[in-house]
């Protein structure tokens, strides 16, 4: 089904009337069209290569929850000891001199197509805070915070906030979707930083829990019941209508609000079907959906791809835990058997999830105007423990970007001799933030206003210019 993320405790969910009026009467549980929230004032962001700016028509983020370790993916460190290395060897890539993992062949082939940051650096070692940096470009006050809970005074919007905020359009589907389920720790604590924070609830990104490898999958939400008849919709509909001029005169809580935003995205997403279209996974030839792989993980990569391809400005796919048997819960948090499992699961499901999506795009015609985003919240230590696993390490780790007007072939930044810390070319959460909305087309200085109308930039970074 499909969820907006909300919780109790938030800074700045209240409207005041004068909210309301500037927003056009906009009615808590009416059947508006969604809600129009454009950038006003000037741009302050610095543009990068020319033609960049704007070169992504959508953004595709291959989120790997947990940290993958920089070591077994795209920063080997081959004359390090063994205690560093670990047991698997580099490989070459499709661009020369550069070599990734032996875990990676089918995406070290792809090589050409990826720019790769080797000194990406958060200096925070919780999941939930240094996973707040990484989703929203701002720090977590504090750092270093386990397990703690969306709210003030960290209520900065996610990325996928901040650009269904500034792209999403009236009458249609939202610009952001997060699938397939929210990110979580233990005891399923939601992190900080995947919602809309002091924007409000109307710009939080679409969360749709699914299993897109189910063989009866569909998404409710999106399609009319079926003994729901058009007479019938259009009565409730006027119901609802009559209800929202009574109430016309209260003023409206945050959940209201919150209620009133989705329920009339659901009916504009259920009026197009564009969108019905893009979830139904069906309409895709199973020799495709084989190539991608049939996990849910790697069937939500392909979901990604077609509801770019219809339109959505922003996919964010977070890792799935593939089960209690598996070690880590066959998650990236690997503090224990490391190597086990890098061979036996994660790596060959990533690998042949990401080339298939670029496989695919490319074939399609697309990956020109498709941004593709491979990220954790970082990365993993460079000695490993007793377990045979690797810790938590924020100080230094890679990610890489393909499409969309990054250059590919492209590595920037580089970790020290063990993979431990930067020597050169350091890039911080802010930074990605920046240089993903500047290849969408917004810049980084642009002005957006919180629930209360106070300015904020969307993102305090600076672009990448070594990659676009």
Avoid at 26 to 43: E, I, V, W
Avoid at 321 to 348: I, V
Wanted: glycine share 10%.
């Amino acid at each position: 089904m499909l969820i907006i993320h909300d919780a109790a405790t938030r800074l700045c969910d209240q409207l005041t009337r004068r909210d309301w009026l500037h927003i056009g009467g906009l009615a808590a549980l009416g059947l508006t069209a969604p809600l129009l929230s454009q950038a006003r004032g000037q741009t302050r962001g610095s543009p990068g290569r020319a033609g960049s700016f704007g070169k992504a028509r959508s953004c595709i983020i291959v989120g790997l929850t947990g940290g993958p370790p920089q070591h077994e993916t795209w920063d080997p460190k081959p004359e390090a000891p063994e205690e560093i290395r670990g047991p698997f060897r580099p490989i070459a890539s499709s661009v020369p001199g550069l070599q990734v993992c032996e875990l990676m062949p089918r995406v070290a082939q792809q090589a050409h197509e990826f720019a790769v940051l080797r000194a990406v650096s958060t200096r925070d070692n919780a999941h939930s805070s240094s996973g707040y940096y990484m989703l929203t470009g701002v720090a977590h006050v504090p750092p270093n915070a386990e397990s703690v809970r969306p709210g003030a005074p960290n209520n900065w919007p996610s990325l996928a906030a901040l650009v269904n905020r500034l792209k999403s359009l009236p009458g249609g589907m939202p610009a952001s979707v997060v699938l397939p389920e929210h990110i979580w720790n233990d005891g399923n604590i939601p992190w900080p930083g995947q919602d809309a924070g002091f924007l409000g609830r109307a710009a939080d990104p679409w969360l749709v829990h699914c299993d897109p490898s189910a063989a009866n999958f569909q998404i409710p939400t999106v399609a009319m019941p079926p003994e729901m008849t058009p007479l019938r919709f259009d009565e409730r509909r006027s119901l609802l209508e009559q209800v929202n001029r009574h109430l016309a005169g209260l003023e409206r809580s945050s959940a209201a609000v919150n209620y009133g935003h989705q329920f009339r995205q659901a009916v504009d997403m259920m009026r197009t079907g564009n969108v019905r279209r893009a979830f139904d996974l069906q309409q895709e030839p199973a020799a495709l959906r084989d190539r991608y792989g049939r996990s849910r993980y790697a069937q939500s990569v392909l979901l990604a791809r077609r509801l770019a391809e219809a339109g959505i400005s922003l996919v964010q796919i977070n890792w799935t835990r593939m089960g209690p048997n598996l070690p880590n819960q066959g998650g990236w948090d690997t503090h224990e058997k490391n190597a086990e499992s890098l061979r036996g699961h994660l790596m060959p499901l990533l690998d042949r999830a990401v080339s298939a999506l670029i496989e695919d795009l490319a074939e399609r015609g697309l990956l020109e105007e498709t941004l593709v985003v491979w990220m954790g919240e970082f990365g993993r230590t460079p000695r490993h423990n007793a377990n045979g696993g690797r810790d938590h390490w924020g100080s230094v780790f890679s990610l890489a970007l393909a499409g969309g007007g990054v250059r590919g072939g492209v590595v920037h930044g580089a970790s020290d001799r063990i993979g431990g810390y930067p020597r050169e070319g350091m890039v911080t959460p802010q930074d990605l933030t920046a240089t993903i909305l500047h290849l969408l087309g917004i810049a980084p200085g642009t002005e957006v206003h919180d629930s209360l109308g106070r300015p904020f930039v969307a993102s305090r970074g600076e672009v990448i210019r070594q990659i676009v």
